[in-house]
């Protein structure tokens, strides 16, 4: 069973997660016809871009920024590999103390944004380097995935919506 929605970047075709069998993550180039599955890398035909047999979500869509694929994993994991490649960038706990994560993360002005089961939306610089920016309390569970318009990140939590943006101050 896939949870994660699959999804398009560039001319790439991003499908991963599951359960049972690992989790694994399939990334294919359009154009296949007939049977597509794939048993193992050796036995992947020419639509295959790369194949990981573990290391996909669970729940959370992963997502494309950049040059970089960003998967969090249900316990608070956040893997980033070269999104064309599959080479691991890096990988690390966002929190140990975290419940999980259901959301999936979003990204927008170099920054992913990652809303947790605990209440957190954890802020995490993009690129080839882990940086955790801030950690913001919402005060309630957050399972819904946040969404970026005109610059304000949009947040269902258990019991409110909230708006979150830059304040301007405008003299005249």
């Known amino acids: 069973?896939?949870?994660?929605?699959?999804?398009?970047?560039?001319?790439?075709?991003?499908?991963?997660?599951?359960?049972?069998?690992?989790?694994?993550?399939?990334?294919?180039?359009?154009?296949?016809?007939?049977?597509?599955?794939?048993?193992?890398?050796?036995?992947?035909?020419p639509y295959l871009a790369w194949y990981a047999e573990r290391g996909g979500p669970y729940v959370p869509t992963p997502i494309v920024y950049d040059d970089y694929l960003y998967i969090c994993g249900d316990r608070g994991v956040l893997t980033c590999v070269n999104a064309k490649t599959g080479t691991q960038i890096y990988q690390q706990r966002i929190n140990e103390q975290s419940i999980g994560f259901s959301a999936s993360p979003v990204a927008g002005d170099g920054k992913l944004f990652l809303a947790s089961e605990d209440g957190d939306i954890y802020v995490i610089k993009a690129g080839p380097v882990y940086e955790l920016l801030g950690v913001n309390p919402m005060g309630e569970a957050m399972i819904a995935t946040p969404a970026i318009s005109g610059g304000l990140l949009i947040v269902r939590g258990q019991h409110h919506v909230f708006g979150i943006g830059r304040q301007s101050v405008v003299r005249r």
């Open 1 to 45: 069973v896939q949870v994660p929605a699959p999804f398009i970047v560039g001319d790439l075709i991003y499908l991963t997660g599951g359960w049972p069998g690992g989790r694994p993550i399939k990334v294919l180039k359009p154009g296949a016809t007939g049977d597509i599955s794939i048993k193992n890398e050796q036995q992947a035909g």
